[in-house]
């Protein structure tokens, strides 16, 4: 096992990570922007260092600075978190030359998943299900036009080095596809810096069903069944929960066994998710792999009893998975909101500082966090301030448990998402489980 980590980032994941490492005997290095010199990571790691001023560039995503922390501190590994350089394969690559330990898959893994076109070609190989489309970029109009002809509208046009949803364009009428085509190239081009588009069949108000992934480094690999991810805005998801209420025991088996069989054909070898749309006929498809552990992890771990990010720093580490796919069970439901330091309904950042602080607790409650009473949001990163999780019985128990949480969550002096949350757990579509990724363009909250 690694006697230290480096932890290459910041908020509540740096604090999750650094419990785990704790809790593995681990000793633990902060990093940290000059913003962020008060910030609980700093606080509760062994070691923190300073790397750069606020802005993201100039520290958390300054990889010079991160190396050379890890150095200095003669940290063997670096867990990347979610977001920053969690998925930037040259930082990973630059970690194995320097001999530390990244803490996720092997760069090529990460390239081939990153490149969503070679990611839906090892999917073809190994049958997964994927919604028609191209097989290679789509280099000009011609071609566009070519598989619209073939597949029908609507289409999606989607950045090959893209993913998350960005730069996305649906075309539903011929007249549009010109255009749409024209516009998704510049925007890839200037979000990735690489203007290569794919084309895919359009799937009408899907829900988005992710399968976690965990796998060693000795070619075992189970799958902790699914998360349901459809309540989102503008491809950020706000709510997330496990199990999903469309999926029955037999199509979590299916979807499992083939999310397994696809990561295992690539070589995977650490903790992932393999994304996919469900349809209302509940055909599913597969849309991406995510290498990272992500925001939403804790739904599946309070279902399972897993600690994901436990078995993502043992995997690294080599160290052989004690799971067998017949010892994970699933018990009960969990639910996750999203506390964002956001106004609740226009949903833009409103940071701060927090000037009285009261998290709510008992039976099944769980809050990850790293803020306190007195604490100033800051304005230069992401506006997650909490993750607010429950676990009960049932659906409707957790539906509850959640209502209850919300009330008895009080954070002042900053607008939150916690009155949202508390309309959508009243809501009837929701209470019911009628749910796809159109649900919050389409309801209309009381
Ligand atoms: C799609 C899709 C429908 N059809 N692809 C969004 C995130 C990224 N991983 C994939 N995403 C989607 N891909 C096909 N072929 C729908 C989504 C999607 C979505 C699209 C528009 C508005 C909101 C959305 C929320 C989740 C997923």
Do not use: W
């Amino acid at each position: 096992m690694f006697h230290k980590i480096l932890i290459a980032n910041r908020g509540e994941i740096a604090l999750r990570i650094i419990r785990a490492c704790k809790e593995l005997g681990i000793k633990t290095v902060a990093v940290f922007s000059t913003a962020d010199k008060d910030s609980l990571h700093v606080k509760i790691a062994d070691e923190s260092i300073c790397i750069g001023p606020p802005p993201s560039l100039q520290s958390y995503l300054n990889i010079n600075a991160i190396i050379s922390a890890a150095e200095l501190t003669d940290a063997e590994a670096i867990h990347p978190g979610y977001g920053f350089l969690a998925e930037n394969t040259a930082f990973a690559e630059i970690c194995e030359k320097c001999g530390i330990n990244f803490i996720g898959p092997a760069s090529e893994t990460m390239r081939m998943m990153g490149d969503k076109i070679s990611a839906r070609q090892a999917m073809i190989k190994e049958g997964i299900p994927i919604l028609p489309g191209t097989k290679e970029g789509v280099k000009d109009l011609d071609a566009a036009v070519k598989i619209v002809k073939k597949i029908g509208l609507p289409v999606i046009i989607k950045a090959t080095a893209g993913g998350g949803g960005r730069g996305m364009k649906i075309v539903h009428s011929p007249a549009t596809l010109a255009n749409a085509f024209a516009t998704a190239r510049a925007e890839a081009q200037a979000c990735f810096g690489n203007s290569e588009v794919y084309i895919e069949k359009y799937c009408e108000r899907p829900r988005h069903v992710e399968i976690q992934i965990v796998a060693d480094k000795h070619g075992n690999v189970i799958h902790l069944g699914e998360r349901d991810c459809s309540i989102q805005r503008r491809h950020q998801k706000l709510i997330e929960e496990a199990p999903s209420t469309a999926i029955t025991p037999a199509l979590r088996k299916k979807m499992g066994e083939d999310a397994v069989r696809a990561v295992r054909a690539v070589g995977y070898n650490s903790v992932g998710t393999m994304e996919f749309l469900v349809d209302r006929d509940n055909n599913y498809f597969f849309m991406e792999m995510n290498t990272r552990i992500q925001v939403e992890h804790p739904v599946t771990e309070m279902v399972t009893g897993i600690d994901i990010v436990k078995e993502q720093i043992r995997s690294a580490a080599g160290i052989k998975l004690r799971y067998k796919q017949s010892d994970i069970k699933m018990n009960g439901h969990a639910i996750e909101c999203r506390i964002n330091a956001e106004d609740s309904s226009k949903f833009t950042p409103c940071p701060g500082k927090i000037i009285a602080y009261h998290t709510p607790g008992g039976l099944g409650v769980r809050v990850d966090s790293f803020v306190y009473d007195q604490y100033t949001v800051l304005p230069h990163y992401d506006s997650l301030i909490a993750k607010l999780i429950v676990h009960a019985e049932t659906r409707k128990d957790a539906i509850s448990r959640m209502t209850r949480a919300l009330d008895e969550y009080i954070i002042e002096g900053i607008n939150t998402t916690i009155p949202f949350h508390k309309r959508i757990m009243a809501n009837k579509d929701f209470i019911e489980g009628n749910i796809d990724t159109g649900f919050l363009e389409r309801v209309v909250l009381e």
